[in-house]
């Protein structure tokens, strides 16, 4: 069992101080961000590592995970899991990114911040479900938590389809989202059908140059991810994926993984045992995996 305990008053007062020391004075978030409800999030049940610690497969039980952990199963998460006062800091907005106009909701200042996490929707979704702070267990409170609440900025936008034009419009937003806070790391998440976008980034050297990693939850593996930019660049990419997922298979892009692994790449694969399309958007911890991405 991997338990991640909060540290001490006066060593969490020092993390977030020498995050913010470094953020202020280099291109690059190096610090770890504090824990944020790790007892809640980040107590999860490890059942194997591999690869010296880059894969792990971890526990999923849906009557814990589902209906231990939400009011409404699948539809609010308990209360205790989310913290509201995040909401002072968000908003929506629509962007206009050259020729077009992209919706998002923004959580967290706008301009200098320390770093930004975009996530990307998959199909039938839209800007409000990496904004709700009740669905999968409140997973998203604590994403905009620990982006905003650490002086970065996270971006959830709508994208209109999974084409160029939506790569087009997520570069867009990169350029945008450079521009606002330059030279800061920028960490791009897609999720299910999403991921044909952060593939689609990830061959425009242009967008490369302003990432400083991606996540991919319950995607689709790109045969060809060896030709891109983001490959050449060596950047972090981590894969979250459920085991029985009915939509894109696990083992897709565990092979996608295993190929990059044997060629030196930085790259993790947290596989969530018995589960299903939507539990990594639901189970990843998410500062853990963004700690990972910014200090590698």
Known sequence: MRMQMSTSHCTTIAAIAAFFLAASTSGHAAERLPPYKDDLFST??????????????????????????????????????????IRKQQSDETLQLGAQRLDVTRVGQSSGAAFAVIFIHGRNGDRRLGANDY????????????????????YSPSVKGFDSDGVAAIEGLIRYVSKQSPGKPIILTCASMGS?????????????????????????????????????????????????????????????????????????????????????????????????????
């Open 135 to 154: 669905s999968f267990g409140g997973n998203f409170n604590r994403l905009k938590n620990l982006v905003a609440g650490n002086g970065g900025v996270y």
């Open 196 to 296: 044909q976008l952060c593939w689609g980034v990830s061959r425009d050297p242009d967008s490369v140059k302003r990432l400083k990693g991606m996540v991919i939850l319950s995607g689709v593996a790109d045969p060809d991810f060896a030709k891109s930019s983001f490959f050449k660049a060596k950047l972090p990419l981590w894969f979250a994926h459920g085991s029985r997922d009915p939509v894109y298979a696990a083992s897709d892009q565990q092979t996608l993984f295993e190929k990059l692994l044997t060629t030196g790449y930085p790259t993790h694969f947290t596989l969530y045992q018995t589960g299903n399309h939507g539990t990594p958007i639901r189970m990843i911890d998410w500062r853990r995996t963004l700690n990972w991405l910014l200090g590698s």
């Open 44 to 85: 999860q049940n490890v059942l194997q590592t591999s690869d010296k610690g880059a894969l792990d497969v971890i526990e999923y039980d849906e009557m814990r995970d589902i209906n231990g952990r939400d009011q409404i199963p699948q539809k609010r998460a308990q209360q205790k899991y989310v913290s509201l006062g």
